[in-house]
């Protein structure tokens, strides 16, 4: 026995004995077999947790394990092992950059795994309320993966000693020549991937933008449509569209609701008094308003102007139409009924006879 390991220290293979060989054997078959148990447990776990839960985390990292192939297992196994045995240089370095090699084909599994699961969990969401930013998170899933096989293109590429300075400066003079050809498109897909990420609206959202108002109906890679209120259909590229200010009328919590009204100067002063009140006790009485103020503003041409402010607790339009003519109703039953006059327009003309001119 004694003279086979002597044996063994004597022989080398590649710059390395034959019982440096051996020990790196054993030890790769152990790790593997470790490594490929706490994988199965792993996974196991990760599975019923998953299950119990509705983060969506959980179930990104049983995806991952599941995706973890066994050959990567096995090559991080023997990086393993070659780091624990002292092997030659030369050796360790070969196996070194086959691991890597390894290494970044998991890597493009567990990224498209990854990327894969975002995109169908936002996909089940939204896809519903909002088909078009579905289609825009998929374009982003399209870019993610482009970026992630050209980042690990260019690192394989490093690791077996292949200069990637030239081919990355050629990449960016390329990239700058398209997207200055291209920057009007670029800014309006990028102006689309803001929307989504960013989310100033969302289809069915009610929007004023300068003098363009509509409901959105979908939110395109390069432009959005509104449907307008008299019926036709308006196409606004992304980068316009943000570069503008939007009014957002569908996240409106409270509607300010701002009315005037005039009565007649003949009015008796003790009236005009009660009026503030009237108004008071008629606004209560609506569902979704709160009483804000209702004052005797100002002296008019031919009226003397109250000036009345309550808020809508509710942003629906049809809503505050439908309670502001009940209130413009049951004011108009009310100044009847104390014989209140509404004022309009009125032009009082003074004569003046002059001695000596027959009256007419």
Known sequence: MGNFLNNLQEMTWLGSSLEAWFMLGVAWVAITVALVFAHRILLRRFHRLATRTATIIDDIFATLLERTKLYFLVALSLYIAV???P?????????????????????????????????RLYKERKLEEDAGAVTSMQAIGFLARLLLYTALLLVALDNFGIDVTALIAGLGIGGIA???AMQNILGDLFGSLTIVLDKPFEVGDFLIVGDTLGTVEKVGLKTTRLRSLSGEQIVIANGDLLGSRIRNYKRMQERRILFSLGVAYDTPADKLERIPDMVQE???MQEYTRFDRAHFARFGDSTLDFEIVYYMRTPDYRTF????????????RRF????IQFAFPTRTVHVKQEQGTPAL
């Open 321 to 332: 139409m439908d309670i502001q003519q009940t209130i413009n109703l049951a004011l108009f």
């Open 282 to 284: 008629i606004v209560e």
């Open 336 to 339: 009847e009924e104390e014989g």
């Open 87 to 119: 092997l030659s240089e030369q050796v360790t370095s070969y196996i070194s950059r086959i691991a890597f090699v390894f290494l970044l084909v998991q890597v493009v599994f567990w990224g498209n795994a990854a990327i894969s699961d975002w995109v």
């Open 83 to 85: 780091g624990a045995v």
């Open 178 to 180: 398209v997207a200055l």
